[in-house]
């Protein structure tokens, strides 16, 4: 909104050229995000708490929640999503029809998880939504975006699928594309839902995994870098990057408040919105392999509850003592910072592996 309007005086004010850089833009975004959710977090928090939007604590969980997380405010999201918009509406493209795109499909995993927590208030417990009508309303809002985005976008590469490590292996998945990408994005829209479960333990990956798609997206959209690093050029993607600096703030601002102990939680506004976005940027940037890599933590939480499912279903036996898998290591006696560092730390590194496979090619 501000970016497109500086263009206008960019002719008479040639000092204005600064917003024209990605780079640029893209801190700008991150910084609005965070002073946004820094500014207005704590009278946020303190009218959740009045209002008690709290957080309906899971009861088959590990005891030591019932105790130290009750009465804890959520919905934390909704913060989050102020942030993001914040400073994607100020400094992006708006004439970008990927930013838009994005703005769609965070805009109504948003709504759809807000309408998840009110449940959960509502009637105080941890139920929420049915499974499958959370399931099917993802699938739908998925489909829409993809279909919207198929025909508004001039993106020729859209229906490939690239494989990093190999440079020449590329397969057109055609009209399988639309079922890929939907489960691409409601997958990871599950999965961060799924780990955020203990104070702080999404909010710092999924900062990392924008961070590593800031980048990504920037050099997809730069001739010069892309062909340098020999990866697809999809012309305007760069603009992604301002959208991914956008998450990087408002989950740095929201992280100050998040951080253990939690003052609140992201509830799954943030978490559905957060985890379908990053879904539809690995798809845009043509890097969803690189996607599982960097967001290999959020894999790890959504596998380890299929396997324990599927296991109780066929033999009675649970292979995990609880899942998510982070509850299992809280059973086994770590405190819960030690698990929520611990799950950083294979972040951090799972995001560096993700980077390095744009060079080994």
């Known amino acids: 909104m501000l970016y497109n309007l500086i263009l206008n005086f960019v002719d008479q004010y040639t000092f204005l050229n600064v917003f024209k850089y990605l780079t640029f833009r893209t801190g700008l975004a991150m910084f609005t995000s965070m002073v946004i959710v ?83 208030i509502k009637y105080k417990n941890s139920s929420g939504i049915s499974f499958r009508f959370k399931i099917i309303s993802q699938i739908l809002i998925a489909i829409m975006g993809i279909v919207l985005l198929s025909y508004f976008s001039n993106h020729k590469e859209l229906t490939n699928l690239y494989f990093p490590f190999f440079k020449n292996i590329i397969i057109n998945l055609g009209w399988f594309f639309i079922p890929f990408s939907v489960f691409i994005i409601v997958g990871s829209s599950n ?110 939480e959504a596998v380890s509850v299929i396997v324990q499912v599927i296991s109780y279903k066929l033999t009675g036996k649970r292979v995990f003592m609880m899942a998510p898998i982070h509850h299992h290591f809280e059973k086994k006696g770590w405190a819960e910072s030690t698990v929520v560092i611990r799950f950083w730390i294979i972040s951090i590194i799972l995001a560096m592996i993700g980077l390095a496979t744009l060079k080994i090619r």
């Not at 500014?39 to 928090?45: H, K």
């Not at 985890?275 to 845009?284: F, K, Q, R, W």
């Open 38 to 120: 820094l500014l207005i977090g704590t009278p946020f928090i303190n009218f959740f708490s009045v209002k008690q939007i709290l957080d309906p604590i899971r009861e088959d969980g590990p005891a030591e929640h019932i105790i130290k997380k009750i009465g804890t405010p959520t919905m934390g999201g909704v913060l989050i999503l102020i942030g993001l918009f914040s400073g994607i509406l100020l400094w992006g493209d708006l004439s970008s029809n990927y930013i838009w795109f994005l703005i769609f499909i965070v805009t109504s995993f948003g709504i759809l998880g807000a309408y998840d927590d009110y449940k959960k």
């Open 191 to 300: 999965a961060v839902n799924l780990t955020d479960g203990l104070d702080g333990l999404a909010t710092v990956p999924v900062i990392l995994v924008a961070g590593c798609f800031a980048f990504i997206s920037y050099i997809t959209g730069n001739i010069v870098f892309s062909s340098y690093l020999q990866i697809p050029y999809i012309e305007g993607v760069g603009e992604v990057s301002v959208f991914c600096g956008s998450i990087i703030g408002a989950c740095l601002g929201f992280l100050w408040f998040n951080a253990p102990p939690a003052k609140i939680f992201m509830g799954d506004t943030g978490s559905l919105a957060l985890g379908g976005s990053l879904g539809a940027v690995g798809i845009i940037t043509k890097h969803e392999i690189v996607l599982a890599i960097t967001g290999g933590l959020f894999v790890l």
